[in-house]
């Protein structure tokens, strides 16, 4: 059989063709699969993702680049038998999309080139956006700005994009920007007057197409710079997100979008003062309750108080500072408790002149509540999920000490 003809390695903007169907195979997954004797579809590769579009107006979920069978296009209905003439229809706006998001990461990988002397190792293409692996040592938002510039200038000059083949030997003479990765007969891709390099994806006629790249974030990643890239209509939509989120952050400061950042820095800051603020308050709200607290007790035997207690609404912190004031009482043993839907808590401390082994004592409380817990033998905390047993618990603890 021999192999399918692949129309896009010609015209990448070609979206409507007419083929026969050559083979039919059930071996994908459980899906029947059919190859042609031409194709327009680009099959899943060199980070690329596969075509969609129609066969005869079925479905064309994905197509497979298969060594023995050319290119699989695997469909959802009716596929139609061997020898039948077929009308294919690529899906435009996706083919579009990748278009260019692979010219985008030829061009933006050649910038690299241009200004760092730095090659990109990896590419694919995301979701919503596209990542390269690019060698580049020393990234900062500066550099990496600077060819985003330099990539985006190349598209608005708006230069040719060629297709050429070369033998092995004369591409050995040529400044290609990589390695070819396969043997024999090369197809390169010329932008003009910036890029020269093999590929066999799909490419815009003109730079211009690509319409602009942006660069949503990068990071350091294996010794190389792995970049987060938009190019086109998802370059687009990311400014889209971005730009509502933004707006919806400048709403709650009724400020304009560009100062949300500043108000925001500030609002932490505040956040933090006030924290310490609601802290100190809390520690002088703490030694009124506890003194409370430890009036109202009464003293057992030995003169000792145990004040055990379920406090509602109070984080680990807060009851913490109770049970340390209320320890600043002689004799006393102070056992809170505090829970939300999901979480209970406990603090256990005694004064220096009681006896008892807080730590010990948090541990067995912990166990009813399904958690853990533990310190020192004057002061223990823990907690756990079985809330409904935190009363219980303090109880049993209580009763322990007695
Ligand atoms: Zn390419």
Partial sequence: MPPTERLYYQDSHLIEFEALV??????????????????????????????????????????????????????????????????????????????????????????????????????????????????????????????????????????EITIKSATAEEAAQLPLRKDPTRAGELRLIEIEGFDLTPCGGTHAYRTGEVGMIAVRTWERAKGLTRIEFAAGTRALADYRRANKTSRAVAALFSAGRDDTAKLAARMVDENKELHRRVRSLEEIAARVEADELYQKTQPGSDDLRIIAQVLDGRDPESLKHLAVALISHPKTIALLGSHDKETARLVFARSEDASGDMNALMREACEMLDGRGGGKPDLAQGGGKNVAKLAQALDAAAENLN
């Fill in 22 to 159: 050559t083979d039919k195979t059930d071996r994908v997954s459980g899906w029947t699969a059919v190859t042609l004797d031409r194709t327009a579809f680009y099959p899943t590769g060199g980070g690329q993702p596969s075509d969609t579009g129609t066969l005869n107006g079925e479905r064309v979920l994905e197509c497979i680049d298969d060594e023995d069978n050319g290119v699989l296009h695997v469909i959802q209905g009716r596929a139609p038998e061997v020898g039948a003439g077929v009308k294919g229809r690529i899906d435009w706006p996706r083919r579009l999309d990748h278009i260019q998001q692979h010219t985008g990461q030829h061009i933006l990988s050649q910038a690299f080139v241009t200004l760092f002397n730095a090659p990109t190792r990896g590419f694919r293409v995301l979701h919503d956006a596209c990542e390269i692996d690019v060698e580049l040592t020393n990234p900062t938002n500066e550099l990496i700005e600077r060819a985003v510039e330099l990539a985006n200038n190349v598209i608005w000059e708006d230069r």
